[in-house]
């Protein structure tokens, strides 16, 4: 299978690429790789607007644009150009081929922020046979330094909001992905665990007694909890559950009120 992977090089497309081309199969008594990949980012000076996209693929996984609540307020036409215009040339290229897509758990609620509306006038404009995904609050451990995850870890953390939110593992973010290659499913799917943990039930988890605690802004939503119900009917289940992840990087074993919500 020959794939173009856009934004390569970023958060979730730099693990996928790297899955990928590890990703083996016996053929012929052969061990061989069973994707082909070649990737796109902005990063080697590829821009989506102007960048040449003639490739002979099977699938596009088109994971490139911009993310960032806060930021998309201060510059909507970067969101607009680069999440909908960069798309939509993608899009009217390979029509014809499988494409899978970036969305986002802000499209939900595509009124209250620049870069929730323009991943939902990405899932306006997708070819009716591409499948766009949902993706929810994606962390790592060693993420990016701005995401709250790395900087609860890290101990960076000056303040909490009263927000929830359905964090998903990067690992199982390319799992899902990688699933999803050899279906022909379209429309629209929430990419999640199913789980909402409360920001303040993680960071009582880890005893983190003195910090800030504010309302949370009304440009942001209140949860992202994900419906996985369409995943798990293909035999889909996140393998990284955040609180047993860190009750075991810590050793924690007494009980707390996490405010979690099953779905």
């Not at 290229?93 to 006038?121: D, H, Q, T, W």
């Not at 369409?230 to 050793?251: A, F, T």
Request: hydrophobic fraction near 40%.
């Amino acid at each position: 299978m020959k794939i173009l992977i856009t934004g390569h090089r970023g958060f979730i497309g730099s693990r996928l690429i790297s899955y990928l081309k590890l990703h083996k199969k016996m053929r012929n008594g052969i061990l061989c790789n069973t994707y082909s990949v070649t990737g796109l980012d902005i990063q080697n000076g590829d821009d989506l607007l102007t960048c040449d996209l003639n490739y002979d693929v099977d699938v596009v996984i088109h994971l490139a644009g911009v993310a960032a609540v806060r930021d998309s307020l201060l510059d909507p036409i970067k969101y607009w150009q680069n999440n909908v215009m960069a798309s939509e040339r993608i899009f009217k290229k390979f029509a014809s081929k499988r494409i899978i897509y970036a969305s986002s758990s802000s499209a939900a609620e595509p009124a209250l922020n620049p870069y929730g509306f323009s991943k939902y006038a990405m899932e306006l404009i997708a070819p009716k046979s591409a499948l766009g995904l949902r993706f929810t609050t994606v962390w790592e451990e060693d993420g990016r330094p701005d995401m709250f995850m790395t900087k609860l870890f890290n101990g960076q953390l000056k303040y909490i909001t009263d927000h929830s939110r359905d964090f998903i593992h990067v690992q199982d973010v390319v799992d899902v992905i990688q699933m999803l290659l050899h279906t022909d499913i379209s429309g629209v799917l929430d990419v999640g665990t199913g789980i909402s943990n409360s920001l303040k039930s993680l960071t009582d988890l880890m005893n983190i007694k003195e910090i800030e605690q504010r309302k949370g802004e009304i440009f942001e939503r209140q949860d992202n909890l994900a419906d996985i119900t369409k995943l798990r009917n293909l035999g889909w289940q996140p393998k990284v559950n955040l609180v047993e992840y860190i009750k075991n990087k810590y050793n924690l074993t007494y009980r707390v009120d996490l405010n979690i919500i099953n779905k």
